[in-house]
């Protein structure tokens, strides 16, 4: 929380908590944390993640309302989940809970745009809109929700990236991975779907790219966008 400049006692709240991926490292800085997520189960992983610390998760659908105070909080955090939510909720419910003065700050994992993953995820977006399926992706969801604080007082402090990395794979593993999720971007899509855009789209890496076992070597970043609230 360097970045947000949170001091000891302040509420820092994330959105869609999940398995404590991060939070379970936000949960034992010297701040007040609290965890939302819909998943009971996932929330319990995160229990058991934080060796004996006892981390303030609450299960709740942050797509309704908040359980949390009026003005309560110093810094809302979501991290790859903002385009799961729907914008103006996000943006009403975080000028709600913070005070004056807080922050809203939105992570995700940036990828080189010409690397097989953002390759194969564009071409899944493709093959969602000839299904008739509009899904959004964590680009468009981060800024719908800057747009909208923004549009109510708020100032964009701009991207950071604050991690780097080097990782392998290959477009087989990338798309067996997309086949146990119930979403694709941000919309439930049914199993007969899923495994025709999943087929569809073994048959076209064969196709443009290769051999779907052949490793490729990809950059990922992690970068935060920060929002100054009214």
Known sequence: MKRANARAGDLVVELGAGTGEIGVHLSRLPIRYVGLDASAAMLEVFRAK???????????????????PDGSATVVFASRVIH?????????????????????????????????????????????????????????????????????????????????WTSATTPGEIIA???????????????????????ELRHWTRTEIGDLDRPEAFRERYAIDVIHLP
């Open 50 to 68: 934080a060796n004996g610390t006892m981390p303030s998760l609450v299960v709740a659908d942050c797509d309704r309302p908040w359980p949390l």
């Open 84 to 164: 799961l939510l729907r914008p103006d909720h996000v943006v009403r419910e975080t000028v709600r809970v913070c005070h004056t003065a807080g922050l809203l700050i939105l992570g995700r994992v940036v990828r080189d745009r010409n690397g097989i993953t953002e390759r194969l995820r564009r071409r899944r977006l493709d093959l969602l809109t000839a299904a008739g399926t509009s899904a959004r992706q964590g680009e468009e969801g981060t800024r719908r929700v800057m747009d909208g604080c923004v549009a109510l007082g708020g100032e964009s402090l701009g991207r950071q990236i604050v991690a780097e």
């Open 177 to 199: 991975g997309w086949d146990s999720l119930l979403r694709m971007g941000s919309v439930l899509v049914d199993p007969v779907m899923r495994a025709e855009i999943l087929d």
